[in-house]
């Protein structure tokens, strides 16, 4: 088993945008979702996200989820 570094909450951004580019690897999801669930700020930000890209992917004529 790996020790994982916490990621912050800027950190957090960067990879929910990268994954509508890319595939995350394996410790970014798992560190992605440790810091969500423990970040208050960043659950309101993960659900803004998952609504703005919803949108934009019926705006664009495609899935809203990566």
Avoid: Y
């Amino acid at each position: 088993m790996s020790h994982q570094v916490p990621i912050t909450c800027k950190d957090t951004t960067w990879l929910v945008s990268d994954a509508r580019e890319r595939e995350l690897t394996s410790e970014e999801k798992a560190a992605l979702t440790a810091h969500i669930e423990h970040c208050e700020l960043c659950q309101g930000a993960s659900k803004q996200f998952e609504v703005l890209f919803r949108q934009l992917g019926m705006f664009l004529g495609k899935s809203g989820s990566p």
